[in-house]
């Protein structure tokens, strides 16, 4: 048997073992087999090419399967290809509850709500990507969205090993800014009401033209899983709380459901804060990513593309 042949067979035993423990349905072991799997490869080659640690960003919208996917891609890299790697989330550097409190009494009350561009800690995780691209020890902060908080530190996982390649997923990596006649009308009711200066958009607008730009700017290979439309964001958003509800619920004593979630009519609220950038990013990231998954309504993959 090659090298080649008991990678491949490795590869296919970690991928059982990942679809159990994420009770993944039994689809996903197609996808990751006719995706997921060469894409690991083609990663590991930019990186030997590079020789140097790379930064890979991986863009989709809520509930597209980013989260799953770096999940996967990090698992197969360390246990199958023994090449060191791990994977970030930027959701993980959303400031904290008080922090975004500040801003909204003192820039706009709409940044009360974590999510866009300005509600996350942009210092740290520059810091963060900084330490790991030096092989150095750093500690990975850690944000509870059912307590809609930063974990205390002493939760945070310590990261000491020197990766080759670290990936960055997040609804907004790799996104550029919008030109400024693109603000002006409002893209929903949340706009329309509660942003009609247009004010909380061009403050959001502004940080990712510079601070977010200067951290995406970083990144060697970008991925995106692109949803048919922002239509789908609604149902997929859903299907994350409606897990995140049944987990909290079963690890709960007592026999109420946990508050900490959010109903179907908060979500369609919750999502109106990303829509404009969701939308932005469906249109413009597309043509400038290094690999595009086109997926369909269920999350299946219709099409591959390479840049």
Known sequence: MTSSDIQIEKSHAVLKHFISEQKLPSEYACIAQTWFIPLAVTLIKHQNSANRPILVGINGCQGSGKSTLTCFLSTLLNEVFKVASVGLSIDDFYLSKHSRQLLASTINPLLATRGVPGTHDIVLLEST????????????????????????????????????????EGWCVGL?????A???????????????????????NDVLSVDYKRVF???????????????????????????????????????QLPNETMSDSEILRFIQFYQRLTQHALSTIPAKCDRLFVLNETRGITQCQQH
């Open 129 to 168: 990507l900084w330490s790991l691209r030096q092989g150095q020890p750093v500690s990975l902060p850690a944000f509870d969205k059912s307590m809609d908080d930063v974990k205390p530190q002493e939760q945070w996982e310590y990261a000491e090993h020197k990766y080759k390649i670290i990936i960055l």
């Open 176 to 180: 550029d800014s919008q030109h400024p």
């Open 182 to 204: 693109q603000l002006l009308s409002p893209v929903n009711e949340l706009e329309a009401k509660e942003d009609a200066s247009g004010q909380w958009r061009q403050y959001v």
């Open 217 to 255: 700017a970083s990144i060697d290979y970008l991925v995106m899983l692109q949803a048919p439309s922002f239509e789908h964001v609604y149902a997929w958003r859903c299907e994350q709380e409606h897990k995140l509800k049944t987990s909290l619920a079963s690890h709960r004593t007592d026999s």
